[in-house]
């Protein structure tokens, strides 16, 4: 939302508009929307009818509801916004251009080639411990370059968990309570109301090829004689039974044909069903429909005129490679338990279907199943003692110090673990370790520095939280940026000590001798294109611009010269040129051009306007205030 703001009041100072003949062809033209090209479309030819879209948009604003109107006019303004927005990017990206100069220079560096002998000492030569870092100089580096140690508000936690999962003994109770219904849901007459009476919804009463049924201990089920029940056994969260209700060989999959004569209909919006038409009057039309059909009517034809069925009405009725399980299970089971070319009029929740079994592939054994889970849960007993448990360790904890010591000597010893999370951000709510809990990051933030928390519920585990960690918005402290900071600051000193260990550069071997016989190296292609391989110059880029300065060619660089790794004494033994592959200086300045521009169309890439207008906006974040 704020990069479409910032967006569009840019748009608004350049002018950008939209102008009727422009929007028109947006709505209308070759290139129109895809919902209203689908729409729209011309069922014969599959073109997209733009006239009757424009009639039917006209129709509605003059004509519509006020809830139809509102829907087409901010339909209408996304669309404007979104050209504008095309608009404005496509400015930018104009503006790019790769100079003949600039492309020149390029090839000519990237054709240069050079060998290097040189001698070095790591910075790792030295021992830490040896090179001391204060507090000052840190802080000097931060006040230096302010830019890369800026951050965003911040929290850090330490915590502990109390589980208030299933216990041992409450999957136990679990599995026993559910082995009380066995011998009821294997006998069962009624296995939809029983199982619905038992919480168990969503019973498919139709037969699913057993390749396609995809469930824990499946194997065990398929051998279970018909009539029988398998388990309880474990699946995920739940422990569950199966009754294997029949057993019969079916194809893997089924081309069929219908024509829907509908009782209930989908609302595509709600995906509430709502009736259409009495059983009686439905069940009338299905048998004329088929009596139609044997006495010569055209199928595809009825298809068009009377079929209710969205999904199969364009196709001839048609539906090819049906899945067992895709269908409602009345019209399942006719479909595969019946030969090809059977045809007749099928019941189900929708209405009457007139049915053709065009053709079938494939085989093997299908099964009719009935699942009765129970989810295992944990009982008042496990979730009281966690609570206690962690009001009890909140009690005795209030601050950092007694939140570690009472850790340490009551909680460690029984095998609990102190977690930490740190760059909490005040708007959100995830936690690292913990998931998702608004309350919980409003508490953090609530709360100072050693303030420890009262008992949060999360997920399935109450939590004892201490914030150790309050980070402003602006820069880094000392301690924070010091991680990085210090190594840094650490091959800076442990430089100027190698410097006046080598002295005055004279030769090579000069240099060798003064850095205990130190080995000179020779590296052959270095290219400032590329790294020089596995190299003594790998990641080394000052090294290797110092190699192609043309003060330097042939001579030795009377200076040591730092670097990523250590410190550099370098002789340039010779610079050349080699041809240089893709040339082409057209080419090359359309083809960075065009990778350029695409970039800037890019919301993901750096170069993306948006992020550009961010960074130079104030920005205050204020949900946290009402969410």
Do not use: C
Request: cysteine-free; glycine content about 8%; aromatic content about 8%.
């Amino acid at each position: 939302e704020i990069g479409r703001i910032l967006l569009s009041q840019e748009i608004d100072k350049l002018g950008i508009r939209i102008s009727k003949k422009e929007l028109g062809d947006i709505l209308y033209g070759p290139n129109a929307p895809q919902d209203l090209k689908q729409q729209f479309s011309d069922p014969t030819t599959g073109q997209y009818n733009a006239v009757s879209a424009k009639q039917n948009i006209d129709e509605m604003l003059k004509k519509g509801t006020q809830e139809q109107k509102d829907n087409i006019s901010n339909y209408i303004t996304d669309l404007e916004e979104q050209r504008k927005q095309e608009k404005y990017v496509a400015l930018l990206a104009n503006t790019i251009n790769y100079p003949r100069w600039f492309i020149e220079k390029q090839n000519a560096d990237n054709s240069q080639m050079a060998k290097v002998s040189l001698v070095r000492e790591v910075y790792t030569s030295i021992p830490d411990s040896t090179v001391k870092i204060d507090d000052k100089e840190i802080a000097a580096y931060i006040n230096k370059h302010k830019d890369d140690f800026k951050q965003e508000e911040s929290r850090g936690i330490q915590y502990v968990t109390f589980s208030a999962a299933p216990s041992a003994a409450d999957s136990a109770e679990t599995q026993k309570n559910l082995m009380l219904l066995k011998e009821e849901f294997q006998t069962t007459t009624d296995m939809e109301q029983f199982l619905a009476a038992e919480g168990a919804n969503g019973y498919y009463n139709g037969y699913i090829n057993g390749k396609t049924i995809q469930i824990a201990a499946k194997d065990s089920i398929f051998r279970t004689p018909v009539g029988q029940v398998y388990g309880p056994y474990l699946d995920g969260g739940s422990y569950v039974m199966a009754k294997v209700e029949g057993a019969r060989q079916m194809p893997d999959t089924v081309k069929v044909r219908h024509i829907l004569v509908a009782t209930m209909q989908r609302d595509p919006q709600s995906g509430q069903t709502y009736p259409v038409r009495d059983s009686v009057t439905a069940k009338n039309r299905a048998d004329s429909i088929q009596m139609a059909i044997r006495n010569g009517s055209n199928f595809d034809s009825l298809v068009i005129s009377l079929s209710d069925d969205p999904g199969s009405k364009d196709k001839g009725g048609l539906y090819e490679s049906v899945v067992s399980g895709q269908m409602v299970s009345p019209w399942n089971d006719f479909i595969f338990l019946n030969p090809p070319g059977s045809k007749a009029v099928v019941k189900t929740e929708f209405g009457y279907h007139y049915t053709e079994i065009v053709s079938q592939k494939g085989g093997g054994m299908g099964y009719k199943i009935a699942y009765l889970p129970k989810e295992i849960i944990a009982s008042q007993e496990t979730d009281s003692k966690a609570q206690n448990d962690a009001n009890a360790f909140a009690g005795d904890s209030r601050n950092q110090k007694s939140f570690d010591e009472t850790f340490e000597k009551n909680w460690k010893p029984k095998g609990y673990v102190k977690g930490i999370a740190s760059d909490i951000k005040r708007v959100g709510g995830n936690v690292m370790g913990l998931g998702y809990s608004r309350q919980f990051v409003r508490n953090i933030y609530d709360a100072s520095a050693g303030d420890v928390l009262k008992p949060e519920r999360i997920d399935d585990s109450y939590v004892v939280a201490v914030v150790v960690e309050v980070l402003k918005e602006g820069t880094q402290s000392v301690a924070k940026a010091r991680p990085q900071v210090e190594p840094l600051l650490m091959n800076k000193k442990k430089a100027e000590l190698i410097k006046k260990k080598i002295g005055n550069i004279t030769t090579l071997e000069a240099a060798s001798t003064a850095l205990n016989n130190s080995p000179i190296q020779t590296v052959d292609s270095v290219r400032m294109s590329s790294r020089s391989g596995a190299t003594a110059l790998s990641f080394e880029p000052r090294i290797t611009g110092a190699a192609f300065n043309p003060a330097n060619k042939g001579k030795i660089v009377m200076e040591a010269l730092e670097g990523n790794s250590g410190v550099y004494v370098i002789r340039v033994d010779e610079v050349s040129a080699t041809p240089v592959t893709d040339g082409n200086v057209v080419d090359q300045r359309k083809a960075l051009s065009a990778q350029a521009k695409q970039m800037v169309g890019n919301p993901q890439a750096p170069g993306f306007p948006v992020n550009a207008l961010r960074k130079a906006a104030t920005i205050t974040d204020k949900r946290s205030d009402r969410y």
